[in-house]
């Protein structure tokens, strides 16, 4: 049967500590345990993102990484991009272009937009088409998407 | 009533702005309110046994150590589940003929294909459900399954219902006209193609799921429920777990795309809500991602024999065709497995102006999965038949597919009139579409650069399609056959204490952005800002009673309603401001949040003032007023069975004659859905829509084997539509608006979808032409390409 170990993490800014089944993903511990339901679950296998979060400063999935291995980590969530306001200008972009309908993927599309963002990624829509193709979105056709990212970072670039 | 121009021309309208979401900010901060992000007091979790087998008979199933494996409360099997409700049949009294078996949540003695489930585990946890599945042994016997539609109809198949005698489950003709005659006559050239649509399904982000709650203090069950169509599963729930309609309670939070996939009856659905019932506590089952695979409606998977004839002047004398589709073991309840087929025989050309037509469709059981109504109905199939013969035919004598096309749509000013196959039309505009999309996507320089490309040795390919959508059903759609689906819908609008706005509506919010075009309607129509509105939809208790949102109705049926809605409360709270400014209401209008002179706009009084006077001080009022400030109104399509829209779409390809892998270079659509609400909203419906239908026309298939097991159940083996190779989409518009409303909307949520196949279909086939080789099977993958080619 499973076993349990005792975690401690800081999430969204908050120290965490916790008793969970090692058998535990990362994205049902944070929903189930923690009650931050933002971050979604689609596949449980690491292909359609909408589990995507951000662990020690790099977008992961948060299906196919372990809570035990955020052990001691910084976990930030979309929940923490907002309070934190590092979401503000792709929330704002992404509400003036819709670039979401249901809104399932867009936790992950998020956290996957924000590390392309803040590493300095190019407005190129090609280049973005192609960072986000690891996050599925069913309801967009994606175009709204691009277009929502390439405004943020054009106008960081004061364009 | 005041008429329209009143209602469009107001100075606060928001009919016809991108006004954005209001939805949104919940969704961007990770504040939605899905299925699964309930977490109930006392909740416990199931899980299900599904049968491994495409067809088996059930000898025995020993649930002995998983009824004592760890968290585990209950298991239970079909015959105990069965016991608790009564069966369901997925027929319906207006498709003639059409058969279908009883139907028990989980499978009693005989499971039908691979998935159907067979035990239901609840336990504390959902691993802990899962764990305890693991330890069930059903033994079961394979039986011969029956999975090719096309034996599945042999004297020598096996039988799915013996009680049957064969695995027909319906069949229809239609006839208009004399297509043999038609087609022998002098001068015409026919030609014939056979079309293969293979099975996909939904892949909605969020899988399907529930959260059932029973209180048996009160008889109450509660579903919290992904889906469409609270009303009809309330109905459902009712009848089937025999309790009053009254004490069903279905609310509809966020749901994560659902595309039609989530309107239908699903056992394992049903399952929690039995469980809950018998154990008396919440009860969640979410579907994992191979279950959604495996059990999410499929849809199309059909075969076409189809022809079409055409003078050598162009004028396309008629089409006849033979639709054969295979819908699984049993018609999905409540709504049907026969709509396609029937809506393929409806709709093949009507965009044009045929005189004879011929179809026939033969709908058949199979040990797949049950097959049934996806995003655009039988539009793909019927557009892919009639603009793929159409453009195959314009290859055949020598004439460009735009002017055949024009030649044959119907006029713009020809209408109302019918279809062959008897639809009635009106408010159409094929012509100027046809011509808006040739200049938007600048056809004569595509043309000329696909001429310059194939001395390079790159193969492009332009397709288009004419189109109609199928949007606004009437009472003819479902209520007519016996369905408990509403075809109304209703609308609240209520003004507070406070001078805000509130709405409830009988339609439902997918993502399609339902609550901001009430928001937009009732804003403008009623008059305040848009910000002062909030809206209330998906909760069987708190909304007026209605169909929900699906066959693209919610904007044109939903929004007609909240239109008369707001309407009625305006002209309400003017009688009482009548009265209080001792004049008349028609002296009066309201305005940004304030009743004003009509005339000048001068402020006379605020709404809270008005709104406080009521409902504070009454004794201010004469006793003769009574003033109600809450209105409701209902609307149903009349005259019409559908209220059709129509499209043109053109796709630009390029095909790698190495790989045999096509690249979606560009997309164009231009669509008319009658009055735009928010065309910010409408072209991400459409630009969704399209890029559904790109998937279904290059990547998604549902694969199974011949003995009947599904192949690819992950999202790594199943392909839909990725962003790095989706192309940008240019949307365009004709408004005309349908004369069936005031607010004269039709819907648009499946246009891209029913359209975009066929445009990617001709695109494919006009980029191979030069090289002898043609494809008429979707998706059309690399494989399948290179496989033509070599055949070329």
């Known amino acids: 049967m499973t076993r349990d170990a005792r975690i401690t993490l800081t999430v969204n800014g908050e120290e965490i500590s916790a008793v969970v089944a090692v058998r535990t993903n990362l994205v049902d511990f944070l929903r189930h345990d923690v009650g931050l339901t933002g971050s979604h679950v689609g596949c449980e296998h690491g292909v359609c993102g909408a589990c995507t979060l951000e662990l020690n400063g790099k977008a992961v999935r948060g299906c196919l990484t372990l809570a035990v291995q955020a052990d001691g980590g910084t976990v930030t969530t979309v929940e923490g991009l907002a309070d934190s306001g590092r979401s503000d200008a792709l929330r704002a972009a992404f509400t003036r272009r819709n670039a979401l309908q249901c809104g399932f993927c867009t936790p992950g599309m998020l956290a996957s937009a924000l590390s392309y963002i803040e590493r300095g990624g190019s407005d190129d829509r090609q280049a973005i088409r192609d960072h986000i193709s690891g996050n599925y979105c069913r309801c967009t056709g994606y175009q709204s998407v691009v277009d929502a990212i390439s405004d943020v970072i054009r106008e960081g670039d004061g364009a | ?792």
Not at chain 2, 456 to 485: C, D, K, Q
Request: hydrophobic fraction near 40%; glycine fraction near 10%; aromatic fraction near 6%.
């Open chain 2, 1 to 792: 009533m005041t008429g329209p121009a009143t209602i469009f021309d107001r100075p606060n309208t928001y009919i016809g702005k991108p006004e954005p979401r209001a939805d949104a900010a919940r969704l961007l901060q990770g504040r939605g309110r899905y299925v699964d992000d309930l977490n109930l007091p006392r909740m416990v979790h199931a899980a299900f046994v599904r049968s491994p087998h495409a067809h088996a008979r059930i000898r025995a199933i020993d649930v002995t150590e998983a009824r004592a494996a760890p968290g585990v409360l209950a298991v239970y099997t079909g015959a105990d589940i069965a016991a608790e409700v009564t069966p369901y049949v997925g027929t319906l009294t207006h498709m003639a003929g059409l058969r279908s078996a009883p139907q028990y949540p989980l499978a009693v003695d005989v499971a039908r294909w691979q998935g159907e489930p067979l035990v239901m585990v609840v336990a504390r946890s959902r691993a802990q459900a899962e764990d305890a599945c693991d330890l069930i042994d059903a033994d079961l016997e394979e039986l011969e399954a029956v999975c090719d539609q096309e034996t599945a109809l042999s004297p020598d198949s096996p039988l799915i219902h013996e009680e049957f005698g064969s695995n027909l489950a319906w069949e229809r003709l239609v006839e208009a006209g004399d297509v043999d005659t038609a087609f022998a006559a002098p001068g015409v050239t026919v030609v014939e193609r056979t079309f293969r649509f293979g099975r996909h399904t939904g892949v909605t982000l969020e899988s399907r799921g529930t959260v059932c709650d029973y209180d048996p203090s009160e008889n109450q069950l509660t579903m919290y429920y992904s889906g469409q169509a609270p009303h009809m599963m309330q109905v459902i729930l009712s009848k089937h777990l025999g309790l009053p309609e009254e004490d069903v309670r279905v609310i509809s939070n966020d749901v994560g795309g659902s595309f039609g996939i989530k309107i239908h009856t699903y056992g394992d659905e049903i399952a929690a809500a039995v469980a809950a019932r018998m154990l008396r506590r919440p009860v969640k089952f979410i579907a994992d991602r191979m279950e959604s695979f495996m059990t999410d409606i499929h849809a199309r998977d059909h075969v076409v024999t189809a022809r079409i004839g055409v003078t050598a002047e162009g004028n396309i004398v008629g089409i006849d065709m033979d639709d054969l589709t295979g819908i699984g073991p049993f018609s999905m309840y409540p709504r049907t497995s026969a709509i396609e087929c029937n809506q393929v025989l409806n709709l093949t050309g009507a965009p044009y102006a045929l005189q004879n037509y011929r179809a026939r469709g033969r709908v058949v059981f199979q040990n797949k999965m049950l097959m049934c109504q996806y995003r655009a109905v039988g539009h793909p199939i019927a557009m892919a038949v009639a603009d793929g013969l159409l453009e195959e035919a314009g290859r055949a004598i020598g004439m460009d597919p735009v002017a055949l096309r024009k030649k044959n749509l119907m006029a713009d000013d020809s209408y109302p009139r019918q279809s062959a196959s008897g639809m009635k039309l009106d408010d159409l505009s094929h012509q100027k579409a046809i011509t808006k999309l040739t200049e938007i996507m600048d056809y004569d320089a595509l043309r000329t650069d696909q001429a310059e490309a194939r001395k390079r040795g790159v193969y492009r390919g332009i397709g288009l399609v004419s189109m109609v959508e199928v949007t606004n059903p009437s009472p003819m759609f479902y209520g007519i056959g016996g369905a408990p689906i509403a075809s109304q819908d209703g609308a609240t609008a209520r003004l507070d204490a406070g001078g805000a706005l509130h709405v409830a509506s009988s339609i439902t919010e997918q993502g399609q952005g339902t609550n901001a075009i009430l928001a937009q309607i009732a804003a403008g129509v009623f008059g305040v800002p848009i910000d002062r509105v909030r809206v209330t939809t998906g909760d069987t208790r708190n909304v007026p009673y209605g169909g929900g949102t699906w066959a693209s109705r919610g904007a044109g049926i939903g929004g007609e309603a909240m239109l008369q809605a707001a309407h009625a409360l305006r002209d309400q709270v003017l009688e009482v401001a009548g009265t209080l400014l001792q004049t008349t209401p028609e002296a009066l209008d309201i305005r940004d949040g304030n009743v004003v002179d009509a005339g000048t706009g001068a402020e006379r009084m605020t709404l809270a003032d008005l709104a406080r006077t009521v409902y504070y001080r009454g004794n201010e009022l004469p006793s003769d007023t009574k003033p109600e400030l809450i209105a409701t109104r209902h609307y149903r399509v009349t005259d019409f069975p559908f209220v059709f829209t129509n499209g043109a779409m053109a796709a630009h390809v390029e095909v790698d004659i190495e790989t045999g892998f096509v690249k979606v270079l560009h997309f164009w659509a231009v669509e008319d859905c009658g009055r735009v609400i928010n065309p910010m909203l409408v072209d991400e419906q459409v630009r969704g829509g399209v890029v559904q239908g790109i998937g279904g026309a290059l990547y998604e298939e549902c694969l199974y084997s011949p003995e009947g097991q599904l192949l690819n159940t992950t999202m790594a083996d199943y392909i839909v539509p990725m962003a790095a190779e989706m192309p940008d989409i240019t949307v365009a518009h004709i408004e005309t608006p349908s004369k069936t409303s005031v607010l004269g909307a039709k819907g648009a949520g499946e246009a891209g979808t029913g359209g975009a196949p066929a445009a990617i279909l001709n695109a494919v086939n006009d980029a191979l032409s030069p090289l002898g080789a043609s494809l008429w099977q979707m998706p059309m993958t690399p494989q399948r390409v290179l496989t033509a080619l070599s055949e070329g």
